[in-house]
């Protein structure tokens, strides 16, 4: 039964990471092809040497830190506050579900159009209010990498939300209700309870936005194109412009590879962080 799942891992994830691994180990250019030849590591040191590629690796750390904290921290609050049962909560709910809908490249194009200085619905009378620069807010190097996050976030929190709120109506009721006889007021409930049992939750929140907002590309592309100057380039536009755009095949599935061992060991970090709170929280 677990059979068709296997064979739809195997081809779209394996096989091409596979294929990309062994792509990385040679110096293949699509425009000279006649240059073709293997190079083992040298592609990688290569990269880990490339000013460009440490930079666009801190941009990418920071980006990935700040959205998955506010996206964790926001989507708590969501679904704390669409706990309780009624109408308008139901309602809420719904609605939070369009942001997910919207493409994330349609979303980058949205506010890119938005938050111009000119003519942005947003951008003109936040510039006419001078309470942004008047390149705009994606066209400053000091506000672009931020603009971005809380486009991100604005994006992708409903989603945390609605994994969190799952957590929380699948606690059960006889705890919640021993700790309310116990004299345990919201504070106490929410970090000696709450939070504990809510450790699953927030794993699988944590692990697929730090999976998916590391290898960030189609939303800062269509908003900013990693500019202005390198302020917004994640590793991503970089692997995919080495690829794509300077045909360098070997040297971009490098930059790819390197990525997937980051997003490895920050999920490797993860889990032995929560493992930790976990065993903590069940010897109290």
């Given at each position: 039964?677990a ?7 195997t081809i ?12 990385s ?21 290569d990269a ?12 990418t750390?920071?980006?990935t ?6 996206e964790?921290?926001?989507?708590l ?8 049962d ?6 809420a709910?719904?609605l939070?579900?369009v ?11 949205i506010f890119?159009a938005l ?5 942005g619905l947003?951008g003109y ?20 990498l ?6 991100d976030?604005w994006?992708w ?6 994994i ?7 606690l ?14 919201p ?6 309870i ?7 939750s ?5 692990v ?9 590309y ?10 202005p100057g390198?302020s917004t ?5 970089d692997a995919v ?8 095949i ?20 993860i ?9 903590r929280y069940?010897?109290l």
């Amino acid at each position: 039964m677990a059979a068709p799942a296997i064979i739809h891992v195997t081809i779209f994830a394996v096989y091409p990471i596979l294929r990309g691994a062994g792509f990385s180990l040679f110096r293949m250019n699509l425009m000279q092809p006649w240059l073709h030849r293997f190079v083992g590591l040298r592609n990688y040191t290569d990269a880990l040497s490339d000013p460009a590629i440490r930079h666009s690796l801190a941009v990418t750390l920071m980006f990935t830190a700040s959205c998955v904290a506010m996206e964790l921290a926001l989507g708590l609050c969501l679904a704390l506050l669409l706990w309780t049962d009624n109408r308008f909560n139901r309602v809420a709910t719904i609605l939070m579900l369009v942001p997910i809908t919207v493409t994330p490249i349609v979303v980058g194009l949205i506010f890119r159009a938005l938050l111009d200085p000119s003519f942005g619905l947003i951008g003109y009378w936040l510039t006419w209010a001078h309470l942004a620069p008047p390149q705009g807010l994606l066209g400053d190097t000091h506000t672009a990498l931020m603009t971005m996050m809380a486009v991100d976030v604005w994006e992708w929190a409903p989603l945390a939300a609605l994994i969190l709120l799952a957590g929380l109506k699948s606690l059960p009721a006889d705890s919640l209700d021993a700790a309310a006889i116990d004299g345990a007021g919201p504070v106490a409930k929410l970090g000696r309870i709450i939070l504990p049992m809510m450790l699953p939750s927030i794993f699988l929140v944590l692990v697929l936005r730090v999976t998916d907002v590391f290898r960030t590309y189609d939303i800062v592309f269509a908003a900013t194109g990693g500019g202005p100057g390198d302020s917004t380039n994640l590793l991503m536009l970089d692997a995919v412009k080495q690829g794509l755009q300077f045909f360098d095949i070997g040297y971009g599935s490098a930059i790819s590879i390197l990525m997937t061992l980051a997003i490895a060991i920050l999920a490797g970090v993860i889990i032995l962080a929560l493992r930790g709170l976990d065993r903590r929280y069940n010897t109290l």
